[in-house]
C-alpha cells in the first residue's frame, strides 16, 4: 500500500518532526507508531481553515459535535492496541500479525488511516453519514485500500467480520459494550474509554486464557458513543 500525500507543502516536515518528538517526550515508544504519525497527513483530515494547526497536540471540532482526536491520544491508543505484553512493549512484529481491527467511531478517517498503516486489514463503523463518506473519500484520496466502511451503530460492532485481533473505540461507552467482547479474538485486545463525562478511563482490555483481563490506563475526555434506540 503506498500513499499520496497532496497539499504536503502546507505543513513542513520540521512541524510534524516536532509533533513527534513531543510525543516521544510525552512517553509514546513504538516506533512504528510514531513513524505513522509521521507520514499520515492530519491537515487532510479536518477542515482547511484549521489545517495550521493539524499538527499541534491538541483536538480539533470536524463538525456534527465530533473531533479529531489528539494526537497523543491517537498515539497512546494505537500504541495500547498494539502492545506486546510479553515484552512489556510494543513492536512491529506483533501489529504485523494483528491481521483484522475493528474501529468502532471513524470520524474524519485519521485513525482510521494510523490503523490501515500499521496492521492487515481495518473494518471502521461510524453513524454520522457526512463524516462516513467524507472518511471514504479521503482514504481513497490517499491510496488505502485495506479498509471497509460500514454505516451504523458502532456498539453493535460489525460481526460478519469477526472476530478481530484488536478493536479501538474513540467514542465513551457507559459501559463496555458485550457485542465487541464478543467479536474480540482469543489473545485480543479491546482499548475503549469508558464512563461519564466528567469520569472516563481509558480501559485496555484482553482476551486470555484465564479470562477477560482489564488494565486502568489513564483519564480521558471523549464524546459519548451514541447508540441505536433498537
Not at 43 to 62: G, K, M, Q
Not at 86 to 93: E, K, L
Given at each position: 500500500m503506498s500513499t499520496r500525500l497532496p497539499g504536503i507543502g502546507m505543513t513542513s516536515a520540521r512541524t510534524r518532526e516536532?509533533?513527534?518528538?513531543?510525543?516521544?517526550?510525552?512517553?509514546?515508544?513504538?516506533?512504528?507508531?510514531?513513524?505513522?504519525?509521521?507520514?499520515?497527513?492530519?491537515?487532510?483530515?479536518?477542515?482547511?481553515?484549521?489545517?495550521?494547526?493539524?499538527?499541534?497536540?491538541?483536538?480539533?471540532?470536524?463538525?456534527?459535535?465530533?473531533?479529531?482526536?489528539?494526537?497523543?491520544?491517537?498515539?497512546?491508543?494505537?500504541?495500547?492496541?498494539?502492545?506486546?505484553?510479553?515484552?512489556?512493549?510494543?513492536?512491529?512484529?506483533?501489529?504485523?500479525?494483528?491481521?483484522?481491527?475493528?474501529?468502532?467511531?471513524?470520524?474524519?478517517?485519521?485513525?482510521?488511516?494510523?490503523?490501515?498503516?500499521?496492521?492487515?486489514?481495518?473494518?471502521?463503523?461510524?453513524?454520522?453519514?457526512?463524516?462516513?463518506?467524507?472518511?471514504?473519500?479521503v482514504l481513497q484520496e490517499l491510496g488505502y485500500r485495506n479498509f471497509r466502511l460500514k454505516l451504523g451503530d458502532g456498539g453493535k460492532g460489525w460481526p460478519e467480520y469477526a472476530p478481530y485481533d484488536g478493536i479501538l473505540v474513540t467514542a465513551a461507552a457507559a459501559e463496555v459494550p458485550q457485542a465487541l467482547l464478543a467479536q474480540l479474538a482469543p489473545g485480543g485486545r479491546l482499548v475503549i474509554p469508558v464512563g461519564p463525562d466528567a469520569c472516563q478511563e481509558l480501559l485496555s482490555i484482553r482476551q486470555t486464557d484465564e479470562g477477560v483481563v482489564r488494565e486502568r490506563m489513564e483519564m480521558v475526555n471523549f464524546v459519548p458513543l451514541i447508540r441505536d434506540a433498537s
Open positions: 516536532r509533533l513527534v518528538q513531543r510525543l516521544r517526550d510525552n512517553d509514546i515508544r513504538d516506533e512504528a507508531v510514531l513513524d505513522a504519525l509521521l507520514k499520515v497527513p492530519r491537515h487532510l483530515f479536518v477542515d482547511e481553515a484549521l489545517a495550521s494547526r493539524a499538527y499541534e497536540d491538541t483536538a480539533l471540532p470536524i463538525g456534527h459535535n465530533q473531533t479529531i482526536s489528539q494526537p497523543y491520544i491517537v498515539a497512546r491508543m494505537t500504541e495500547q492496541l498494539f502492545a506486546d505484553d510479553a515484552q512489556g512493549t510494543t513492536s512491529v512484529p506483533k501489529a504485523a500479525n494483528m491481521r483484522r481491527i475493528l474501529e468502532i467511531g471513524t470520524g474524519s478517517g485519521y485513525q482510521t488511516a494510523m490503523l490501515c498503516s500499521l496492521a492487515g486489514e481495518v473494518y471502521s463503523v461510524e453513524r454520522i453519514e457526512a463524516l462516513h463518506k467524507g472518511a471514504r473519500r
